[in-house]
């Protein structure tokens, strides 16, 4: 089955400040790859997503990058702000599998002021 | 639009007994996945169903089981519980297309077994 490694585990970075969380996956029949906030007390919530037949997906601060080829992705987060400290949980599917998500094992992201 | 609702949000049973959980998913939403998240294991999926049909199964025992109702509500059912079910559940809702991939998350229940 699909594997997916996420790294780093824990991440700090100063406001303001960028921060890129790094996911690899296993299945190169993995067709889609969403990145899941999840703040305590909270279900996961998405903030972006991306398919593999694009290579980069921006959304205001938050951007994805896939690279097929080497079968990983990243996360990156820019300008930011103490709210985006929080867990951050990368994911994929199988095609055929359509919802089936294999998650990463999650980076805490802490935003210092 | 309401989001997606997990009842109850807090639950302790002893080991043995079993459990029901309950999850509403987004009105127009047909498909409803259940993941289990746990300190050791991180977020795992369980199984999905639409339509009334269990679609996809994860790598779990079958004392874990679920059901899907007309109206998309499911819930999911533990029998024999063990120290290790301890965790949060997970419900995701998705509008259930061939290809659509979006889920949407509840809050969870949080489930702990003594």
């Known amino acids: 089955g699909e594997n997916v490694e996420q790294h780093p585990s824990t991440l700090s970075v100063q406001e303001g400040d960028s921060a890129v969380i790094k996911c690899t996956y296993s299945d190169s029949a993995s067709n889609y790859f969403p990145w899941y906030k999840q703040e305590l007390g909270k279900g996961p919530q998405l903030i972006i997503d991306i398919r593999s037949n694009v290579g980069e997906k921006k959304d205001q601060r938050i951007a994805v990058t896939l690279n097929k080829t080497a079968k990983h992705f990243s996360l990156h987060i820019t300008e930011t702000q103490p709210e985006d400290s929080a867990v951050y949980f990368c994911a994929a599917t199988l095609s055929g599998s359509a919802r089936q998500l294999t998650f990463g094992s999650g980076t805490q992201l802490t935003v210092l002021p | 639009k309401a989001g997606v609702t997990q009842t109850p949000r807090y639950l302790i049973k002893t080991r043995g007994q079993q459990v029901t959980l309950s999850c509403s998913p987004i009105?127009?939403?047909?498909?409803v996945s259940w993941y289990q998240q746990t300190p050791g294991q991180g977020l795992q999926f369980l199984f999905e169903?639409?339509?009334?049909?269990?679609?996809n199964k994860g790598n779990f025992p079958g004392r874990f089981s679920g059901r899907q109702f007309s109206n998309s509500r499911s819930e999911m059912n533990v029998s024999t519980l063990e120290l290790g079910d301890s965790a949060l559940y997970l419900c995701a809702s998705s509008s259930g297309g061939a290809t659509e991939n979006i889920q949407y998350f509840g809050a969870g229940t949080r489930l702990s077994v003594l």
């Open positions: 009105s127009g939403h047909r498909s």
């Open positions: 169903y639409f339509s009334e049909t269990q679609r």
